[in-house]
């Protein structure tokens, strides 16, 4: 079963910033927290991970709270484009299976 | 170029016939998943195998096989057995360390 809870489904306008949550109140010490992304009929696609800091690369941010409860995706300037369901998922970093939850389906408007 | 491909992209079965979906990586990956996908629904992992030779069952693994002889392939076999088999099929592979895991573009089944 996933380990994380996320909203259904969001709105953002476009160049607006998206901030998508996830809720992983079981994670354990040695599971890191990772995002992908699903655009329709694709296979999906990583987007970042993270252990207990904050990190960023060219496609977003993730803020991961201190007690690692809880964590948000950070799209910065939306486009049409981001509109696509996004995974929050918790696992090991080495040797965790990768078990994908129902996400967050995210609609970007012009 | 490196990746991920899964062949074919759409698939027709008659019910009862079993069906092989392939799946090769040339990312030189130990890891290879494979999910279900049905209509607005999340993933749901099938069966998974962190190295050659050895493979593990996922959530619904029911009614599908795999194997995993060589590094780039894992086919899956969807058998008769499967009650429900059309559905949106999605092969990963992932490295050791798994910082990412690299998708193919994905197989419909359709069974008629």
């Known amino acids: 079963d996933a380990k994380t809870t996320q909203p259904t489904s969001m709105d953002c306008a476009e160049g607006r910033a998206a901030n998508l949550p996830c809720n992983h109140s079981?994670?354990?010490?040695?599971?890191?927290v990772y995002w992908y992304r699903q655009i329709h009929s694709q296979g999906p696609q990583y987007i970042i991970h993270?252990?207990?800091n904050n990190e960023t690369n060219e496609m977003a941010s993730l803020i991961i709270t201190e007690d690692r409860k809880s964590s948000t995706l950070i799209l910065p300037h939306a486009t049409l484009r981001d509109t696509a369901v996004y995974y929050c998922?918790?696992?090991?970093?080495?040797?965790?299976?990768?078990?994908f939850g129902q996400g967050t389906e995210l609609s970007v408007k012009p | 170029d490196g990746g991920i491909t899964q062949s074919p992209k759409y698939l027709f079965r008659k019910e009862g016939q079993n069906v092989t979906l392939s799946c090769e990586q040339n990312l030189n990956h130990d890891a290879m998943y494979w999910y279900r996908q049905d209509p607005g629904q999340g993933l749901r992992l099938i069966y998974y195998?962190?190295?050659?030779?050895?493979?593990q069952k996922g959530d619904i693994a029911e009614g599908y096989s795999v194997s995993r002889e060589k590094k780039e392939s894992f086919p899956l076999t969807v058998t008769s057995a499967q009650k429900n088999p059309t559905a949106f099929y999605l092969c990963a592979s992932e490295s050791r360390e798994n910082t990412e895991a690299f998708f193919g573009q994905g197989t419909r089944l359709t069974v008629v």
């Open positions: 993270g252990l207990k």
């Open positions: 998922i918790v696992r090991e970093n080495q040797g965790g299976k990768l078990i």
């Open positions: 195998s962190q190295i050659v030779n050895d493979f």
């Open positions: 079981t994670i354990s010490g040695n599971e890191y």
